[in-house]
């Protein structure tokens, strides 16, 4: 997960930064919108950054290392402890944590809320991190002395516990699910296929697959953490790719300390054939991982990075050959799903649109939400959706309530290349945040917030090169138009 999103006092450092910069303006190709009735779709769930926390009762920590994955509810659901809350305060302290993600309650109130909210709903996406923001220092301190094998092992259960009670609790339907960076036995944002994870969790991680492609699935889950199946129906010609795209962050490295661009290249040679294998059957295809592709504004923003004068953006991945070859099968891909920041955004590369999942984890202040979708089986296309929160971030009683949908506040038909390219070209065009539309991004970007609130105000102050990052997946064309001019968002 992305740190400490658009804090108040980062954002104000660079304030002064941003008001020499101008707006520039991107235009994208026309494509056919689908005009998909509304009639005609079917609901489904996009879920992300769960960041599940299975210490948040300290004691029951030792219970849930030597108890099999099976027994883990009744644990979780018993009585919490009589110091529970002080425990886990000083826990927090210990692990100099940021604030709290997902206890047991929410994980919980969060399940009932989506069959509650989409009772119809055909399938579920889940783009990673469904494991706590430092694991590895709550697991030392609760259980000093265990082997390390023990720790991969817990990290393993606990994905197995996550998965398990969303496919309980949305019994019925598929759910396709993706890694994060928090999810490995051996550390954040490391990864191999050495440690034994990936085989733990390959029965957890990849189901619903036809039986034709159930082992071929699973054994490139194993090695790589990808896999690719048809998705089931009523979607129709529907492939799902799958990426554990935490190979490709600058800030991966192997369980042993050491980048692995080997793996990074086999992982994209595997996903080019994924594409071209679908492009030659005809099939649609949605693209979903944790990490998303281009400019990461925030850490540009916040690290001062001089564009203009020649400073390179920074980029959420270590190369661009993710959007590039995305690019490259744009006719096929129809949309593309990630997470990693916590917050609601969308994005269109080239002709690709971009929907970045809001997270279930209220860590970063933001209230706890998931993305009830409306999908047109036929076309593949997302038509409209609805993000879901609740204000009670501890889970405990919590009402669940429509923040906004797409359709109703950005007055598009679909989620369309198209759509995108209208909307966000009305954003370039509004620098100074005095419509409609722009303000209320700026209100549901930071689920919970205002557009008065303090995230909002920061991002205000970032809106021109923020609406950059909205269209230029490079960092040369990022450069461009943050360098354009205020004229050329005109």
């Known amino acids: 997960m992305q740190t400490g999103l658009l804090r108040g006092v980062v954002f104000g450092v660079v304030v002064a930064w941003l008001l020499v910069a101008g ?8 494509a056919v919108r689908p005009g998909a009735a509304k009639e ?12 599940f926390d299975p210490f948040h009762d300290p004691a029951k920590a030792k219970q849930l290392a030597d108890a099999p994955v099976g027994e883990w509810n009744a644990i979780l659901a018993g009585a919490d402890s009589a110091d529970h809350g002080a425990a886990f305060e000083r826990l927090q302290k210990t692990c100099n944590a940021k604030g709290i993600d997902t206890p047991y309650a929410l994980l919980e109130s969060s399940l009932k809320a989506m069959r509650a909210n989409a009772p119809e709903a055909k399938f579920a996406v889940v783009s990673g991190d469904l494991v706590v923001h430092g694991f590895d220092c709550r697991f030392s301190a609760l259980l000093p002395g265990r082997p390390r094998a023990d720790y991969g092992a817990m990290v393993a259960k606990t994905v197995q516990y996550v998965v398990g009670q969303l496919r309980e609790g949305l019994k019925g339907m598929p759910v396709y699910v993706a890694l994060g960076n928090n999810d ?7 990864r191999d296929s050495s440690d034994g994870f990936l085989e733990a969790t390959k029965e957890a991680m990849v189901d619903g697959a036809a039986a034709a492609e159930r ?3 699973l054994a490139s889950f194993a090695k790589s953490g990808d896999y690719s199946m048809m998705m089931q129906a009523p979607m129709q010609g529907t492939r799902m790719i799958v990426l554990d795209d935490l190979l490709q962050s600058a800030k991966h490295k192997g369980c042993g300390g050491e980048p692995n661009p080997a793996a990074v290249k086999a992982q994209m040679v595997w996903f080019e054939k ?15 991982a944790h990490i998303p592709p281009g400019v990461d504004p925030y850490a540009t923003f916040s690290k001062m990075k001089n564009v203009c004068g020649g400073d390179k953006p920074v980029m959420f991945l270590s190369s661009e050959r993710l959007e590039e070859v995305m690019a490259e099968y744009s006719d096929v891909i129809r949309l593309g799903v990630f997470g990693l920041t916590h917050m609601d955004e969308m994005r269109l590369f080239g002709q690709v649109p971009i929907k970045m999942v809001s997270s279930i984890s209220p860590v970063d202040g933001n209230d706890p939400s998931f993305t009830v979708a409306k999908v047109d089986p036929v076309t593949a296309r997302l038509v409209d959706y609805e993000v ?31 759509s995108l390219d209208k909307v966000m070209k009305e954003f370039k065009a509004d620098p100074d945040v005095k419509t409609d539309m722009s303000d209320a991004y700026l209100s549901n970007y930071g689920v919970g917030t205002t557009s008065k609130g303090v995230k909002a105000l920061a991002l205000r102050a970032l ?12 960092e040369k064309g990022f450069a461009a138009c943050v360098c354009a001019g205020p004229s050329a968002a005109k």
């Open 274 to 288: 994924q594409l071209a294998e679908a492009r030659l059957k005809k099939e649609k295809v949605w693209v979903m």
């Open 388 to 418: 879901i929160k609740t204000t009670t971030r501890s889970g405990v009683d919590a009402k669940w309530v429509k923040e906004y949908s797409f359709g109703e506040t950005y007055h598009e038909p679909d989620f369309s290349a198209a």
């Open 463 to 474: 809106w021109p090169g923020y609406t950059c990052a909205q269209t230029n997946d490079s």
């Open 40 to 51: 005609a779709t079917i609901s489904a769930l996009m879920v992300s950054d769960i960041h």
């Open 23 to 30: 707006t520039g303006d991107l235009t994208a190709q026309s």
């Open 184 to 190: 490995s036995g051996c550390g954040d944002y490391q």
């Open 215 to 217: 082992e071929a699935a």
